[in-house]
Nanobody, 113 residues
Framework: QVQLVESGGGLVQAGDFLRLSCTAS??????MGWYRQAPGKQREMVAS???????NYADSVKGRFTISRDNAKNSVYLQMNGLKPEDTAIYYC?????????WGQGTQVTVSS
């Protein structure tokens, strides 16, 4: 079992930035990622990062968002720059351990135009 706790969401204007944080209850050796779900839409992958730091991004956030992790702190971060109204969603931290998906409770990001 692992618990994931996100923080850092909020209400910002278009063009602003936010930094999301996710801390796990124990050391995570697998891929960690950020997903988001907008109202009426399916949950989608935003970014992921391996233990060694290899990253992957959704096309919609490339060049604007940066994922990073601090393995010593069991944490993963999402720096979001140049936010757009279409980035409005609940953002979830995720990891998969032994074929089981673990999710945080989510943090709301709202971008006004």
């Amino acid at each position: 079992q692992v618990q994931l706790v996100e923080s850092g969401g909020g209400l910002v204007q278009a063009g602003d930035f936010l930094r999301l944080s996710c801390t796990a209850s124990k050391r995570i050796f697998s891929i960690m990622g950020w997903y988001r779900q907008a109202p009426g839409k399916q949950r989608e992958m935003v970014a992921s990062i391996t233990w060694s730091g290899r990253t992957n991004y959704a096309d919609s956030v490339k060049g604007r968002f940066t994922i990073s992790r601090d393995n010593a702190k069991n944490s993963v971060y999402l720096q979001m720059n140049g936010l757009k109204p279409e980035d409005t969603a609940i953002y979830y931290c995720n990891t998969e351990i032994a074929t089981t998906d673990y999710w945080g409770q989510g943090t709301q990001v709202t971008v006004s135009s």
